[in-house]
Nanobody, 122 residues
Framework: VQLVESGGGSVKAGGSLTLSCVAS????????MGWFGKAPGKEREGVAP????????YYADSVRTRFTISQDNARNTVYLQMNNLTPEDTAMYYC?????????????????WGQGTQVTVS
C-alpha cells in the first residue's frame, strides 16, 4: 500500500487548508485511514481517522469543531478539511492506513504511512 499526501502549505491564522491522501496498492478490507500530526518538538498524535468501509469518524478534541475528515472511495482518497487554523496546528501531517474495523488514534496501530505534508500557520 502506498499513501501520497498533498495540500499542505503556509497560511495565516484563521485560514483554511484541505489535505488529500491518495491510497494505492490495495490492501485488506475493512480499512481505516487516518491523519496524524507531528508538531515541532512533540510526538506524532492522532488527528482524525475514518473507517473507509463504514464512514465512522473520530476527532482529537483540539480539532473536533474545526477539522473534517471525508473520503472519496471511487478515488481511493481521504481528505482533511482544516478550518480556522491556529499556529498550534503547525505540524507535519501524515496519512496512515490500517486493516480492520476499529480506527484508533494510536499511531502504533497503523501499518502504512505516507511521507507527510507540512502545514505552517503564522
Amino acid at each position: 500500500v502506498q499513501l501520497v499526501e498533498s495540500g499542505g502549505g503556509s497560511v495565516k491564522a484563521g485560514g483554511s487548508l484541505t489535505l488529500s491522501c491518495v491510497a494505492s496498492g490495495g490492501g485488506m478490507k475493512p480499512q481505516c485511514m487516518g491523519w496524524f500530526g507531528k508538531a515541532p518538538g512533540k510526538e506524532r498524535e492522532g488527528v482524525a481517522p475514518i473507517s473507509t468501509d463504514y464512514g465512522s469518524t473520530y476527532y482529537a478534541d483540539s480539532v473536533r469543531t474545526r477539522f473534517t475528515i471525508s473520503q472519496d472511495n471511487a478515488r481511493n482518497t481521504v481528505y482533511l478539511q482544516m478550518n480556522n487554523l491556529t499556529p498550534e496546528d503547525t505540524a507535519m501531517y501524515y496519512c496512515a492506513l490500517k486493516n480492520g474495523v476499529t480506527c484508533p488514534q494510536d499511531e502504533e496501530a497503523y501499518s502504512f504511512w505516507g511521507q507527510g505534508t507540512q502545514v505552517t500557520v503564522s
